[in-house]
């Protein structure tokens, strides 16, 4: 267990639709990442927040946004969904001592029917 | 220059034998090369990783070998076990008021027992 919460474990929409991804970084640590997983596509990071300022923008599409707030947990919401937005969401938090091992949560599935 | 490439896509090795996956970066601020391993319906988790001032580091069957002027890192995986069978990633990282990490686009592992 990684300490970091995802929240939901699975989700179903349609295109069209948004949804909101949550992330709770483990005890203590500032930063929060969020990268995508597609298949055969590895992970493509997202976007990078640090105690609740944005640091680093990735290959974010401009329907999707997120935000880190003061109790340090991050949301990640996904609008006008599209078939090719299915994937597995990933966040990861690193500790403040900077080591940068990113640590991970489960994952939320997504699929857009 | 931000990529990371990752060979083989797929990989089958017999209980016993050794696994070897290479990556490629280009960029050379890069200064942080760790290689994650990730279980079916789990998040990546930290396995080893280097730093480009030694040319290998090793942790019980899991070894790196990192030629800086070639700009190529490679994991070495001995006595490859069945509980070893998982997707792995390299990446690479630099610190830049955060860590920025570029993932390969992994290796699917499966040893046979």
């Known amino acids: 267990d990684s300490g970091v919460t995802q929240t939901p474990k699975h989700l179903i929409t349609a295109t069209g639709q948004r949804v909101t991804l949550r992330c709770s970084p483990r005890?203590?640590?500032?930063?929060v990442y969020w990268y995508q997983q597609s298949l055969d596509q590895g992970l493509q990071f997202l976007i990078h927040?640090?105690?609740?300022?944005?640091?680093a923008k990735g290959n974010i599409l401009e329907r999707f946004s997120a935000q880190q707030f003061p109790d340090l947990h991050s949301e990640l919401n996904l609008s006008s969904l599209e078939l090719g937005d299915s994937a597995l969401y990933f966040c990861?938090?690193?500790?403040?001592?900077?080591?940068?091992?990113?640590?991970f949560g489960e994952g939320s599935r997504l699929t857009v029917l | 220059q931000q990529q990371v490439k990752q060979s083989p896509q797929s990989l089958i090795v017999q209980k016993g034998g050794i696994s070897i996956i290479n990556c490629a970066y280009e960029?050379?601020?890069?200064?942080?090369f760790p290689w994650y391993q990730q279980f079916p319906g789990k998040g990546p988790a930290l396995l080893i990783a280097i730093r480009p001032d030694v040319s290998e580091k090793k942790e019980g069957r899991f070894t790196i070998s990192f030629n800086k002027s070639a700009k190529q890192f490679s994991l070495h995986i001995m006595d490859s076990q069945p509980g070893d069978s998982a997707t792995y990633f390299c990446?690479?990282?630099?610190?830049?008021?955060?860590?920025?990490?570029?993932f390969g686009a992994g290796t699917r592992l499966f040893v046979k027992a």
């Open positions: 990861a938090s690193t500790s403040r001592a900077n080591t940068g091992e990113l640590f």
């Open positions: 927040y640090y105690n609740g300022e944005e640091r």
């Open positions: 005890s203590g640590d500032l930063s």
């Open positions: 960029n050379t601020a890069f200064d942080y």
């Open positions: 990446a690479a990282s630099i610190e830049t008021g955060g860590f920025k990490t570029i």
